[in-house]
Nanobody, 123 residues
Framework: VQLQASGGGLVQAGGSLRLSCAAS????????MGWFRQAPGKEREFVAV????????NYANSVKGRFTISRDDAKGTVSLQMNSLKLEDTAVYYC?????????????????WGQGTLVTVSS
């Protein structure tokens, strides 16, 4: 399984971006999907996760209320709508396919990773 993330770019603080992640082939819709990010010089950190049936979502405190994760299993995609972007949101964003229907914040919960898409927030 290969995951292709897209939608990154340069945006001013307070602006919005929508990231999308598509699978190279049909993946199991019975697994959770998540987004992580890695800022320069920092470790990769959890951003958001959505359960296999979209019944449950979870967000990092730093993005709660600003970011929204969603999935479209018919298209095999997962998206991350990012609003009210801040300078500290600047990072490479990675989508990930979890090992189970529900997943948490740990990288070990995820089996497949996309290549990342860069989001740069400017002042």
């Amino acid at each position: 399984v290969q995951l292709q993330a897209s939608g990154g770019g340069l945006v001013q603080a307070g602006g919005s971006l929508r990231l999308s992640c598509a699978a190279s082939r049909r993946t199991s819709s019975n697994n959770a999907m998540g987004w992580f990010r890695q800022a320069p010089g920092k470790e990769r950190e959890f951003v958001a996760v959505i359960s296999w049936d979209s019944s449950s979502t979870n967000y990092a405190n730093s993005v709660k209320g600003r970011f929204t994760i969603s999935r479209d299993d018919a298209k095999g995609t997962v998206s991350l709508q990012m609003n009210s972007l801040k300078l500290e949101d600047t990072a490479v964003y990675y989508c990930a396919h979890a090992r189970r229907p529900f997943a948490g914040v740990n990288r070990s919960d995820y089996a497949y990773w996309g290549q990342g898409t860069l989001v740069t927030v400017s002042s």
